[in-house]
T-cell receptor, first 113, second 114 residues
Framework: AQSVTQPDIHITVSEGASLELRCNYSYGATPYLFWYVQSPGQGLQLLLK??????LVQGIKGFEAEFKRSQSSFNLRKPSVHWSDAAEYFC???????????FGAGTTVTVRA | NAGVTQTPKFQVLKTGQSMTLQCAQDMNHNSMYWYRQDPGMGLRLIYYSASEGTTDKGEVPNGYNVSRLNKREFSLRLESAAPSQTSVYFC?????????????FGPGTRLTVL
């Protein structure tokens, strides 16, 4: 079965600085990978997803993620964070033939002025 | 479009009480999901419905029942609530239920069982 590890529980970043959130997955075949964001008191919103093709994926809100098969990673990046990026971020993985998403535990991002 | 709506937003129960969490979507999606979110554990799938009239157990189904009332509505029932069911519950929907489908989430129901 597939699984996801997000090594960082909490990250604090200054407004305008760059952000990178780590995600490592475990799955035998080519995974389907997702990043979701959850703002306080809200449901989850999809930022981006990777199925195949170009390993650098662009998403909404200025985020991008890079799939690295050799490292079993799918790290999320943003060049310059805004205060509104303060939220919890979840990485998820699914098998290619299954609807079931396996979520990581999440990384909480705090943005300081 | 309201997207995915959930009621209630908050609920406090005593151990042994029952309740039903309601979920509705107005996107004409075929597939619907119930998740629970616990601190440090991400989201875990409770039940899934691929289409009207079908349901399937997820990772943590014990203590829950579901009903896919029609294409729009998917309810989650706790027959005898336990403190271990204190959690935030999210409903989601997707067009077809395949891996390629984006799941759209509701705002959640925060449940406390005393």
């Amino acid at each position: 079965a597939q699984s996801v590890t997000q090594p960082d529980i909490h990250i604090t970043v200054s407004e305008g600085a760059s952000l990178e959130l780590r995600c490592n997955y475990s799955y035998g075949a080519t995974p389907y990978l997702f990043w979701y964001v959850q703002s306080p008191g809200q449901g989850l919103q999809l930022l981006l997803k990777y199925f195949s093709g170009d390993t650098l994926v662009q998403g909404i809100k200025g985020f991008e993620a890079e799939f690295k098969r050799s490292q079993s990673s799918f790290n999320l990046r943003k060049p310059s964070v805004h205060w509104s990026d303060a939220a919890e971020y979840f990485c998820a993985v699914a098998a290619s033939n299954d609807y079931k998403l396996s979520f990581g535990a999440g990384t909480t991002v705090t943005v300081r002025a | 479009n309201a997207g995915v709506t959930q009621t209630p937003k908050f609920q406090v129960l005593k151990t042994g009480q029952s309740m039903t969490l309601q979920c509705a979507q107005d996107m004409n999606h075929n597939s619907m999901y119930w998740y629970r979110q616990d601190p440090g554990m991400g989201l875990r799938l409770i039940y899934y419905s691929a289409s009207e009239g079908t349901t399937d157990k997820g990772e943590v189904p014990n203590g829950y029942n579901v009903s896919r009332l029609n294409k729009r509505e998917f309810s989650l029932r706790l027959e005898s609530a336990a403190p271990s069911q204190t959690s935030v519950y999210f409903c989601a929907s997707s067009l077809q239920g395949g891996t390629a489908d984006t799941q759209y989430f509701g705002p959640g129901t925060r449940l406390t069982v005393l």
